[in-house]
């Protein structure tokens, strides 16, 4: 299979919330296309925020999707989203595999883990 490109929508009941907490207090760039204002792209992969009729409240299970995002340096990033007032439920767990993990959740309650691969 050739995959051409990666959409990823996140569904809400307030998806214009979840819009401006990933785009202003995450970080994340917004979709150069101004036609498509609600959509940001992290790594070449596209994050839609929209609706859906069967989607209501805060997720039920947080750690069903991780929203991933591989960054440089963990501790400035968390740093930089704290003083946004964001609480991490995670602070720089370290894995075998060399990877510094800090976890937060979104306003939906969705989980979105900061990585810095650290290799030994």
Request: aromatic share 8%; hydrophobic share 45%; with cysteine.
């Amino acid at each position: 299979m050739k995959i051409n490109q990666l959409i990823i929508n996140i569904n809400s009941e307030r998806p214009q919330a979840l819009l401006a907490f990933y785009r202003d207090v995450v970080g994340v760039p917004r979709h150069p296309d101004a036609n498509r204002e609600s959509t940001l792209v992290a790594a070449g992969a596209e994050l839609v925020f929209d609706s859906h009729s069967e989607v209501k409240g805060a997720a039920p299970q947080l750690q069903r999707i991780l929203l991933n995002l591989f960054v440089d340096d963990v501790a400035a990033e968390q740093a930089r989203i704290e003083a946004q007032g964001v609480t991490f439920t995670r602070t720089a767990g370290h894995e075998a595999w060399g990877g510094v993990i800090s976890t937060f959740a979104d306003p939906d309650g969705n989980y979105c883990q900061l990585i810095e691969f650290r290799p030994a």
